[in-house]
């Protein structure tokens, strides 16, 4: 039950900025969207998070469109240890329970 | 800062036994929550504990149970193991009262089942 669609895969040269883009069309007015990343196994990683405005952080910035139904997660300065699967979540809360619904996510490769 | 820890780092086991898995949350913080990532999926949500309530459960079958200590750490139980379970099992700590919520993971324990 993801409500988010990302590319399977994206390549980024080292340096440059990469963009990362999440459609999550059918968000609702109060769901959050949620980005993180997770490096060969360990444990997800938080970048960031947003509901209607910009914002950035020391990680990364995340655009999201006025009418909410996309985002794009930007790390401005791509390094080799950026290298990762991101994952684009729209935070779910059922009930008084709040859970991460992860999909597949998006590998990124950062090339020398 | 410590972070979340979750103890033990790699686990062996045969069909039909069963595991426990720990977790120690980031100091101050009140809720747990254990996910199942197998290899090659994102992360599936198993549990959230807060105030060592089960506030949440995923479509797990009852096999898997877990409960929460008055420090807020927290296990996972998993009975009658199958070949399917083996996985990595994350624990991942959270204020629980923050709007919004903010849930940071641990390293992650692996399980293989032969």
């Known amino acids: 039950d993801a409500k988010t669609t990302q590319p399977t895969s994206m390549d980024c040269a080292e340096g440059r900025a990469a963009n990362l883009p999440c459609n999550h069309s059918t968000i609702s007015g109060n769901e959050y969207v949620y980005w993180y990343r997770q490096i060969h196994s360990q444990g997800p990683q938080y970048i960031i998070h947003?509901?209607?405005n910009n914002e950035t952080n020391e990680m990364a910035s995340l655009i999201i469109t006025e009418d909410r139904k996309s985002s794009t997660l930007i790390l401005p300065h791509a390094t080799l240890r950026d290298t990762a699967v991101y994952y684009c979540?729209?935070?779910?809360?059922?009930?008084?329970?709040?859970?991460?619904?992860f999909g597949k996510g998006m590998k990124l490769t950062v090339n020398p | 800062d410590a972070g979340v820890t979750q103890s033990p780092t790699h686990l062996i086991k045969t069909r039909g036994q069963h595991v426990t898995l720990r977790c120690s949350p980031i100091?101050?913080?009140?809720?747990v929550s254990w996910y199942q990532q197998v290899l090659g999926q994102g992360p599936q949500f198993i549990f959230q504990?807060?105030?060592?309530?089960?506030?949440g459960r995923g479509n797990f079958p009852d096999r898997f149970s877990a409960r929460q200590f008055p420090n807020y750490s927290s296990e996972l139980n998993v009975n009658a193991l199958l070949l399917g379970d083996s996985a990595l099992y994350l624990c991942?700590?959270?204020?629980?009262?923050?709007?919004?919520?903010?849930?940071?993971f641990g390293p992650g324990t692996r399980l293989l089942v032969l």
């Open positions: 100091s101050g913080h009140k809720s």
């Open positions: 947003g509901l209607k």
């Open positions: 979540i729209v935070r779910t809360r059922q009930g008084g329970s709040e859970k991460l619904v």
């Open positions: 991942a700590s959270s204020h629980f009262r923050d709007s919004p919520e903010t849930q940071y």
């Open positions: 504990y807060y105030e060592k309530e089960e506030r």
